[in-house]
Each structure stands twice: as C-alpha cells, then as structure tokens.
C-alpha cells in the first residue's frame, strides 16, 4: 500500500477549499440584482436569473445557427460571473463607474483549477470573433428583450423603446430572427394557448 503524500493531500483540500469559495461566490449572484429595471419602472431579476436564461436561448441560437451549443451555453452561463464581486452598471452607472471586470474573474478563479477554463471564455466572449461569442452576445440581449416583450404586453410602453435599443444591438441573423418572433408573439402563449387550449372553456362553463 503507497503512503499517503501529506503535501499532496494538502494540496487537495486547499483546491477543493477554493472550489467551495467558488461555488458561494456564484451564490452570490442570486443577491446581485440587475440595476436597469430601476428605470424602467416594472421588472426585476438578478444575475443568476439572467445568467440562467441566456445560457438555454445560447444553446437554442447555436443549434439554429450550426454552431456548437455546449460551448455557447458555456459562455452565456459565465458571461456576468464578474458581477457578484463588482455588480451590476447599469448604462447610466457606466458613465461615472469604472471596474476590472477581468480581474474579478481572475481572482475568482485563483486556485480552483478553473482559471485557464475561465479566462478563455471571457477573452472569447471579449474578443467577439467567434461564432458562438457572437450568439452569446445575442443570446444576452434575447433574454432581455424577452422580459421586455413581457413588461411591454403589462402595459408598460417604454419597454417598447428599450426593446428597439436591444434590437439595434443584435449580431447575428438568428438572434434576429428570433427577435422578431418575440415581439410579435405575446408572452403568455406559451400556456395560455397550450397544448390543452380548451382549459379556458371549462373554467367558464362552455363545456
């Protein structure tokens, strides 16, 4: 039986230790709310939410796009990870704030043995020059225009203005694509027109 290395396993909690760092750090964008919807008037979420999001419309962009979905939802997943430590600028912040929103991923990594994995992703994502950084960058945008389309068909007509923003920000032909199907689809399709439609006729007696 080989003896156990003490510097080793030393080594080994010390990894996993900054691993569990890790992962309460990624906790921490549950309580990091997105700032925009302040002044918007109606809405609200926070990173994780929208992290969440982004990452399914990435996977879905790439499958329509031929490009590889794992590693688009990857990038669309860690897109806003530099949040829980600098939070979220909304475009009003950003004239006055400034941050080092690298670094923040940098740090965050240090030591779990993520960092190569990490710092790849946001430098793709930065640099913007392939595929699947491009439909992350729309995918980003989507599940912001898809809480628009929402807050928009509850009555709030700047959500309209806004939603023309995003479109104009859109870089890929099907994240376009995708968006002109949302805006003209309403929100509450999804279960209002379900698969068992006749729901609403026997709630009100038609049946």
């Known amino acids: ?36 919807y302040q002044f918007l008037g109606t809405g609200n979420e926070n990173v994780a939410e929208h992290s969440f999001r982004t990452a399914i419309i990435g996977y879905v962009l790439a499958r329509m796009a031929g490009a590889d979905p794992s590693r688009t939802a990857m990038l ?7 949040e829980a430590r600098i939070g979220d600028f909304n475009y009003v912040n950003r004239i006055y704030n400034t941050s080092k929103p690298r670094d923040a991923v940098v740090h965050a990594a240090e030591g779990t043995g993520l960092e190569v994995d990490m710092l ?17 960058h729309d995918a980003d945008q989507l599940d912001l225009i898809l809480n628009l389309k929402r807050e928009l068909d509850l ?23 995708l968006a002109r199907t949302i805006a003209e ?13 006749a729901w609403w006729e026997r709630k009100n007696g038609k049946e």
Request: aromatic share 10%; with cysteine; charged share 30%.
């Open 1 to 36: 039986m080989t003896a156990c290395n003490p510097q080793l396993n030393l080594q080994g909690r010390g990894r996993l230790k900054r691993i569990v760092d890790f992962l309460n750090e990624a906790g921490m964008l549950r309580l990091t709310p997105r700032t925009g």
């Open 76 to 82: 669309c997943l860690f897109h806003d990870f530099h």
């Open 120 to 136: 790849e992703f946001w430098d793709d994502l930065e640099g913007s020059q392939t595929p699947e950084a491009q439909l992350a």
């Open 155 to 177: 009555g709030n007509k700047y959500a309209g203005k806004w939603m023309e923003s995003a479109l104009e920000r859109l870089r890929t032909e099907e994240g376009r694509e």
């Open 185 to 197: 689809t309403d929100h509450t399709d999804w279960w209002f027109l379900g698969p068992d439609r």
